[in-house]
């Protein structure tokens, strides 16, 4: 559809199309004064990369060109709101993880019992002083609380405190999450990978959001629902950067200087949640690719992750003085690892591939069966019911019942008798029974995470995923070493000691294969996921069968399909973000993606300019995120809808008021009565990219990944042809993609 058509009489012919890809500006009238403040993004848009760095630019060289003891002050300034910003994340982040650590801890340990001499003390809390394997007294089963006989009685008063609270917990969660804060919902990391590449979604990290987040974070762990709290900390570290922010108007003014903030937030968040500042970096580079735009963002990164992690080593949550519960450390006997290990690693690292694989299908499939039926209608009615019922599956599994960090905690560890037997794991007459277990929990979990993250609670997949994997892991270790305890003269154990007494195969290692293996089938980390691990295990020695599991996971998952859980809820919401994956056309052209001319809503003015009501008009008419601009059928530029909002604003006030019907140009070309015309040209976008409609598919999707365009104009002999926006170039790179755009809540 097109605007203001075109006359007959128009005086401006262009002699030589083929010269002129946009018209040059020529005897212009004044110019219009640009206003000093730039226009604010609307909510679901995406910024513009370069007018943003445009602006950082031009205040640099605003700073750098004052002079004197002002001019050194607020170079001063400028430089400490951005680390002063910095260093209030990383310590909000680590007081923030660690509060979350122990609430969680009372919460779930309160489903259970109680401590005789304070309320809120939590069983490990409530115990510590004693020696190894001293019975604690001053910890009571509520049955012992109660001072309950029967047996039977106990085991139904248990179960119903563990199954109400666990209900109670979810559902306050669920609350108020759909009451206060809708965003607070799900793991956050699809919308923060969006926002740093460019999204606008200021409403997802508001202060409501971020309290509504880290209290919802600990009910829904504490209820026992497979999920964990480790991808929704990048969410709050990232919340809490954008508040801290505000208080410096050069870090919140400017939307790229915001986002590569929110890139160092991030790291924070991985740091906390593992315990690993460097693998916090590296996830920051691999996953979010928060580093593009350059080293300083990976320093910032790198100091805001140290901090959050000595802020969460000082408060030292677990009383362990490690920065995670399930923080292990291999000791010297069993560094050593032989190579018939390598086949049950590569079971291990096969089966973490097509389990990934499996679950990202079960929970993209569920999800949009959630949004499909009745239950999109009722969230807090669906997290209740199934929250119920993982409260009764998981009461029935000794494994099941534990919190995910104690058991992958457990699962980790080697079997030793000052540490006391963890429910009979490490009973030599109980290995088959154990072993069966653990397959039935790693099963039953699988098929309670596909289903729980996704639903509206704040949820995160790492640490389910780890318990599913340390359970396979183990439960293979334990066959394994029932194996050389059966068979010890066996060919392929002939490289263990020959002692009965030294361990030959160490389980807990192998539920740290198992678990690396199931966590990089499902998120297709590698480098950053093999660093997470070896800095929870401290086992240097360990680390090439880490890498090779890893490496053997990814492989077997690609072949099912390349893309991480993440990436599939981001194309499933159609969220503006390209993965960074290259992309390989067919002979395809600019031409085969662009929306035509014909179709598009254009500003077209003819030799006599166009009125400024008329454009008015197209402004509140349509909500496009900008217009080409024609003279006659030439191509002027590009002008975007909120910097012709800002401008017309007071240009049509002063018109209401002195009943005039000014004129205007894009062109910028002298017209009858040149004092009567507004020029408009410095509107026009500096940097649009503009290409010729036969130009390769391919690079188009290159220059827009690597330059992080919004559109590109296409044109040919100097008129335009059509256009190509990211939506455009998104939809292209996510068409293959399981369920794309099957929850997506608005159209591009």
């Not at 997949?461 to 305890?485: D, E, K």
């Not at 990944?705 to 998104?730: F, Y």
Request: aromatic letters at 10%; charged letters at 15%.
């Amino acid at each position: 559809m097109s605007w203001f058509k075109r006359t007959n009489g128009h005086a401006h012919n262009v002699s030589d199309a083929e010269q002129y890809e946009l018209l040059e500006e020529d005897l212009a009238p004044p110019r219009l004064r640009m206003p000093g403040k730039q226009p604010s993004y609307e909510e679901g848009a995406t910024i513009d990369w370069q007018r943003e760095e445009a602006a950082e630019r031009e205040r640099k060289r605003v700073l750098a060109s004052q002079r004197g003891f002002h001019g050194l002050l607020s170079l001063v300034l400028d430089s400490c709101g951005m680390w002063l910003v910095i260093i209030l994340t990383g310590l909000g982040t680590g007081v923030a993880g660690a509060w979350l650590d122990i609430l969680v801890r009372w919460l779930g340990d309160l489903k259970e019992g109680r401590c005789t001499y304070g309320f809120f003390y939590n069983q490990v809390t409530c115990c510590s002083g004693l020696d190894p394997g001293e019975v604690c007294n001053q910890w009571q089963t509520w049955s012992e609380h109660f001072n309950i006989k029967l047996v039977f009685a106990q085991s139904i008063l248990q179960s119903f405190i563990y199954i109400t609270l666990g209900i109670t917990f979810a559902g306050s969660a669920a609350v108020l999450v759909q009451t206060y804060a809708p965003y607070a919902f799900h793991t956050g990391i699809p919308e923060i990978k969006a926002i740093l590449s460019g999204y606008v979604l200021d409403a997802f990290l508001s202060p409501w959001t971020l309290l509504i987040k880290a209290l919802g974070l600990a009910l829904a762990v504490a209820s026992g629902l497979s999920l964990g709290k480790e991808g929704p900390l990048v969410h709050v570290s990232c919340c809490m950067a954008f508040l801290f922010s505000k208080m410096f108007k050069q870090v919140y003014g400017n939307e790229a200087r915001k986002r590569r903030l929110l890139a160092a937030a991030a790291v924070a968040g991985v740091s906390v949640a593992f315990g690993s500042p460097l693998g916090g970096v590296l996830f920051g580079l691999e996953e979010l690719d928060t580093f593009s735009s350059g080293t300083d963002v990976m320093w910032r990164g790198f100091v805001t992750s140290v901090i959050a992690a000595m802020a969460l080593q000082y408060v030292d949550p677990f009383g362990t003085s490690k920065l995670v519960l399930f923080q292990v450390q291999i000791s010297e006997v069993t560094t050593v690892w032989r190579a018939f290990e390598l086949i049950p690693w590569l079971f291990l690292a096969i089966l973490g591939g097509v389990l990934g694989s499996l679950m990202i299908k079960l929970n993209a499939a569920a999800a949009v069966y959630r949004r499909s039926s009745i239950l999109h209608q009722w969230p807090v009615f669906e997290v209740v019911g199934f929250s119920a019922l993982t409260a009764a599956v998981s009461y029935l599994v000794v494994f099941l019942r534990a919190q995910s960090s104690e058991l992958v905690a457990n699962l980790f560890l080697e079997c030793d008798a000052s540490r006391g037997d963890y429910h009979g794991l490490c009973n030599p007459t109980a290995t088959w029974a154990n072993v069966f277990l653990l397959i039935l929990t790693a099963a039953t979990k699988l098929a309670l995470t596909a289903w729980t993250f996704g639903m509206m609670i704040p949820a995160g997949i790492f640490l389910p995923t780890i318990a599913i994997g340390a359970c396979l892991g183990r439960a293979v270790g334990l066959i394994t070493q029932g194996l050389h305890h059966a068979y010890p003269k066996a060919w392929m154990f002939s490289s263990c000691p020959p002692e009965p007494t030294v361990p030959c195969v160490s389980p807990g290692f192998y539920a740290v294969i198992g678990a690396s293996a199931m966590l990089g089938g499902v998120t297709r980390m590698t480098v950053s996921l093999v660093v997470i691990l070896f800095e929870l295990t401290g086992a240097l020695s360990h680390v090439l069968p880490i890498m090779i599991s890893v490496m053997v996971s990814k492989w077997v998952g690609d072949y099912f399909g390349k893309e991480g859980i993440y990436s599939i809820w981001i194309a499933m919401r159609e969220y503006p973000w390209l993965p960074p994956n290259e992309f390989r056309d067919r002979g395809e052209t600019a031409m085969n993606i662009m929306k035509p001319a014909a179709d598009l809503v254009v500003l077209r003015e003819d030799a006599h300019g166009c009125t400024l009501q008329d454009i008015d008009q197209v402004v509140r008419t349509y909500r496009f995120h900008g217009f080409p601009v024609l003279f006659g059928d030439e191509l002027v530029g590009y002008v975007t809808r909120d910097r012709l909002k800002t401008t017309l604003a007071p240009l049509l006030a002063e018109d209401a008021t002195s009943g005039a019907q000014r004129k205007c140009t894009f062109a910028a070309r002298p017209t009858e009565s040149n004092a009567a015309v507004i020029d408009l040209s410095p509107l026009l976008e500096e940097s649009v990219l503009h290409l010729r409609k036969e130009m390769p598919l391919e690079l188009v999707v290159s220059m827009v990944q690597k330059l992080n365009l919004r559109h590109v104009l296409v044109s040919e002999r100097g008129k335009l042809a059509g256009i190509i926006t990211k939506t455009d170039i998104v939809r292209l790179v996510t068409a293959d993609f399981p369920y794309t755009a099957a929850l997506s809540e608005r159209q591009w």
